[in-house]
Antibody, heavy 122, light 107 residues
Framework: EVQLLESGGGLVQPGGSLKLSCAAS????????MSWLRQAPGKGLEWVSA????????YYADSVRGRFTISRDNSNNLLYLQMNTLRAEDTALYYC???????????????WGQGTLVAVSS | DIQMTQSPSSLSASVGDRVTITCRAS??????LSWYQQKPGKAPKLLIY???SLQSGVPSRFSGSGSGTDFTLTISSLQPEDFATYSC?????????FGGGTKVGIK
C-alpha cells in the first residue's frame, strides 16, 4: 500500500521560507511523477508543482513559479517543496500526491498524503 | 489557463437518489478529466479518470461521461457515505486546474 506522509508545515511570517517534505513508502519511488497541491481554508484544490520520476523535468503553477522549487531524493524516497518569499495567499493545507504511470504525460492523482498546514501571517 | 466550472456548487439529496454533477471546461480538453471525492478533514480520493474510467476500488454506482468541454459525474443511488464534496480536474495542459467543487449534502 502506498503511503505518503508530509511534514514541515508551520507558521511563517510574510517573506519567509519553509521547506516541506513528503516521505513515500510502498512504491518504487523513482517510477512515478510526484506533485504538490494545496487547499486554502474553505476553498477548492489548487495544483502547485510536479516533478518527473528522474527529477529532470519540473512544472509549476504561475502563482508559485520563481518562488517555490520542487525536488526529490530518489535514494530516500523523499519529495520536497522549498517555498521562499511566502505570502498570505500561500496559506493552505499542502498535499503530496502520486501520479499513476498511465498519467505521466497528463497528470492526475491516485494517492494523496494527509497534508501539512502552512500559515503565512505576521 | 483552462477554467473548470462546476455546477451546482451545492445540492441536497436523499439516500437512494440519482445525483448528477456537471463540469465545463473553457476549451476542448478531449477526455483529460478526473473526478475526486473529498470528505471533511480528509485528502481527496480519485473516483474517475479519463472522463469515464472507474478507479480501482470505487463502487460502480459512480460513473463519468463526456468529452471536449462538457462532463458529468453521476451517482446512480446515493449512499450515506457519499455525502462529500466532489471536484473535477483537467489534465490536458499545465497549469492543471480544478473546478470549484460541488458539496453533496443530506436532504
Amino acid at each position: 500500500e502506498v503511503q505518503l506522509l508530509e511534514s514541515g508545515g508551520g507558521l511563517v511570517q510574510p517573506g519567509g521560507s519553509l521547506k516541506l517534505s513528503c516521505a513515500a513508502s510502498g512504491l518504487t519511488f523513482d517510477n512515478y511523477v510526484m506533485s504538490w497541491l494545496r487547499q486554502a481554508p474553505g476553498k477548492g484544490l489548487e495544483w502547485v508543482s510536479a516533478i518527473s520520476g528522474t527529477g529532470g523535468a519540473t512544472y509549476y503553477a504561475d502563482s508559485v513559479r520563481g518562488r517555490f522549487t520542487i525536488s526529490r531524493d530518489n535514494s530516500n524516497n523523499l519529495l520536497y517543496l522549498q517555498m521562499n518569499t511566502l505570502r498570505a495567499e500561500d496559506t493552505a493545507l499542502y498535499y503530496c500526491a502520486k501520479v499513476p504511470p498511465e498519467a505521466r504525460f497528463a497528470f492526475y492523482f491516485d494517492s494523496w498524503g494527509q497534508g501539512t498546514l502552512v500559515a503565512v501571517s505576521s | 489557463d483552462i477554467q473548470m466550472t462546476q455546477s451546482p456548487s451545492s445540492l441536497s439529496a436523499s439516500v437512494g437518489d440519482r445525483v448528477t454533477i456537471t463540469c465545463r471546461a473553457s476549451q476542448n480538453i478531449k477526455s483529460y478529466l478526473s473526478w475526486y471525492q473529498q470528505k471533511p478533514g480528509k485528502a481527496p480520493k480519485l473516483l474517475i479518470y479519463a472522463a469515464s474510467s472507474l478507479q480501482s476500488g470505487v463502487p460502480s454506482r459512480f460513473s463519468g461521461s463526456g468529452s471536449g468541454t462538457d462532463f458529468t459525474l453521476t451517482i446512480s443511488s446515493l449512499q450515506p457515505e457519499d455525502f462529500a464534496t466532489y471536484s473535477c480536474q483537467q489534465s490536458y495542459s499545465t497549469p492543471l486546474t480544478f473546478g470549484g467543487g460541488t458539496k453533496v449534502g443530506i436532504k
